[in-house]
C-alpha cells in the first residue's frame, strides 16, 4: 500500500479555490490533488481538491467497494458517469457515488476546472494518490493491481464515452 506524509488536522476546514500546486492525481497525472484533511487510520473522511486542466483527468472507470465519494464542482464543467448513465455537472452542481457505483469523470474544458471531493473513509485517497505517483500511461495490469489493493475495481467504460 502506498504511504505518503499527509497533514492530518482535526481543526475546521475552509476549502478555497486554490492554485495548480499539489501533487499529481490520477493515472495522467496532470491533473492536481490537494489534501486538505485526512484522519488516521481508515474512518472518517477525506477533503480533497482537484484542478484538472481541459480534458482531464482521465481516470478510468472504476468501481469503489468500500469507499464513498462526493463530487462538489467549483469551477468548470465536468463530464460525470455514474452507473450507467452520463451527466454533466457545472459550478455549484453536488454529485454523490456510493460505493459499488462504475463512475469516472473529465474536464470539458476548454478551461481549467476544479472539483472538491470528499471520501469516505479517508483512507481511499491512497488509490488517488498510488495513481498520482505514476504519472503518465501505465500498462493495464498495473493499474489492475493498483486498483486491487486499494477496494477498487476496473470497469469497461461506457460505449461513446
Known amino acids: 500500500m502506498c504511504r505518503v506524509a499527509i497533514d492530518v488536522?482535526?481543526?475546521p476546514v475552509v476549502?478555497?479555490?486554490?492554485?495548480?500546486?499539489?501533487m499529481p492525481l490520477g493515472s495522467s497525472g496532470r491533473g492536481r490533488l490537494k489534501l486538505y484533511n485526512q484522519p488516521e487510520g481508515d474512518t472518517g473522511y477525506a477533503v480533497i481538491e482537484?484542478?484538472?486542466?481541459?480534458g482531464e483527468p482521465r481516470i478510468r472507470d472504476h468501481v469503489h467497494v468500500r469507499h464513498e465519494e462526493t463530487f462538489f464542482v467549483v469551477a468548470g464543467k465536468y463530464?460525470?458517469?455514474?452507473?450507467?448513465?452520463v451527466i454533466m455537472a457545472g459550478a455549484g452542481d453536488y454529485v454523490f457515488v456510493p460505493r459499488g457505483t462504475a463512475h469516472t469523470y473529465?474536464?470539458?474544458?476548454p478551461e481549467p476546472a476544479t472539483m472538491v471531493n470528499i471520501m469516505s473513509p479517508a483512507d481511499g485517497v491512497e488509490l488517488l494518490i498510488e495513481l498520482g505517483a505514476l504519472g503518465g500511461a501505465v500498462d493495464e495490469d498495473v493499474l489492475t493491481q493498483i486498483h486491487q489493493r486499494h477496494s477498487?475495481?476496473?470497469?469497461d467504460p461506457l460505449p461513446g464515452w
Do not use: F, K, Q, S
Open 106 to 109: 473529465c474536464n470539458l474544458g
Open 152 to 155: 477498487a475495481v476496473l470497469v
Open 50 to 54: 482537484g484542478n484538472h486542466p481541459a
Open 15 to 22: 476549502v478555497r479555490r486554490a492554485t495548480i500546486g499539489g
Open 79 to 85: 463530464r460525470i458517469r455514474l452507473g450507467d448513465e
Open 9 to 11: 488536522t482535526r481543526d
